[in-house]
């Protein structure tokens, strides 16, 4: 620190001392010539002027390099804090990234149950498509002596059947059951004279011409 007389001494000479120091003034006696000498380190200070003036310099210097690193200092906090954000921002994106991986691992995982379970009700569709088919193929020859079906119901049958969808086989299914549920009379009346009601399964108006019972 500079004691009172000294910073007298800078204050009043600073523009002197400055303009020597730094060439704007060229020294032109033996003593401003000794100054500059001092101020360039290469003598020693003899007087107050001389030793005031270099404490005064150390002493700038030392506040400009304060000055110096505390601009450092904010510089640095300041690229600190900037990484800071980027860490948050990308500790914010990699929960961001596991949230929509979690998500689509639990999709993928609910995509792989749905096609199982397809799967399975596809096995079960197909399954009673055979089953329907075998019926079908029973009935067929069961009834082929006294059951005649339409071409229309034949070929509805054939299409639901290969289009092989669950409502189709259950229209099929309906076909078939209504198929089963023919009235087929077992006894015909003794008599001609008799009642006689128009064969369902076949059609016929007469019991003569009737042959389900056969």
Same mark, same amino acid.
């Given at each position: 620190?500079?004691?009172?007389?000294?910073?007298?001494?800078? &204050?009043? $000479? @600073?523009?002197?001392? $400055?303009?020597?120091?730094y060439? =704007? +003034?060229?020294?032109?006696?033996?003593?401003?010539? @000794?100054?500059?000498d =001092?101020?360039?380190?290469?003598?020693?200070?003899?007087?107050?002027? !001389? &030793?005031?003036?270099?404490?005064?310099?150390?002493?700038?210097?030392?506040?400009?390099? =304060?000055?110096?690193? !505390?601009?450092?200092f904010?510089?640095?906090?300041?690229?600190?804090?900037?990484?800071?954000?980027?860490?948050?921002?990308?500790?914010?994106?990699?929960?961001?990234?596991n949230?929509? &991986?979690?998500?689509?691992?639990? !999709?993928?995982?609910?995509?792989?149950?749905?096609?199982?379970?397809?799967?399975?009700?596809?096995? +079960?569709?197909?399954?009673?498509?055979?089953?329907?088919?075998?019926?079908?193929?029973?009935?067929?020859?069961?009834?082929?002596?006294? =059951?005649?079906?339409?071409?229309?119901?034949?070929?509805? /049958?054939?299409?639901?059947?290969?289009?092989?969808?669950?409502?189709?086989?259950?229209?099929?299914?309906?076909?078939?059951?209504? /198929?089963?549920?023919? @009235?087929?009379?077992?006894? &015909?009346?003794?008599d001609?004279?008799?009642?006689? !009601?128009?064969?369902?399964?076949?059609?016929?108006?007469?019991? $003569?011409?009737?042959?389900?019972?056969?």
């Amino acid at each position: 620190m500079l004691t009172d007389f000294e910073l007298e001494i800078v &204050r009043k $000479h @600073h523009d002197f001392f $400055h303009a020597l120091t730094y060439g =704007v +003034r060229s020294p032109r006696t033996p003593e401003q010539r @000794h100054f500059v000498d =001092v101020v360039e380190g290469q003598a020693q200070p003899w007087n107050d002027y !001389e &030793r005031a003036w270099k404490k005064y310099l150390k002493l700038y210097e030392l506040e400009k390099r =304060v000055t110096e690193l !505390e601009h450092d200092f904010d510089r640095c906090r300041k690229e600190r804090d900037e990484a800071q954000l980027g860490r948050n921002r990308a500790t914010r994106d990699l929960d961001i990234a596991n949230d929509q &991986r979690e998500r689509l691992t639990a !999709e993928m995982a609910e995509m792989s149950r749905r096609a199982q379970a397809m799967s399975k009700d596809l096995a +079960r569709a197909r399954n009673e498509k055979e089953q329907v088919e075998l019926d079908l193929k029973g009935l067929s020859d069961q009834f082929s002596s006294y =059951v005649a079906l339409s071409e229309t119901e034949a070929n509805l /049958i054939a299409k639901k059947l290969m289009d092989g969808d669950a409502e189709s086989i259950d229209l099929a299914k309906s076909i078939i059951e209504k /198929i089963k549920s023919i @009235h087929r009379p077992k006894v &015909r009346p003794a008599d001609e004279g008799d009642s006689w !009601e128009k064969c369902k399964a076949c059609g016929s108006p007469s019991q $003569h011409l009737c042959r389900c019972s056969e």
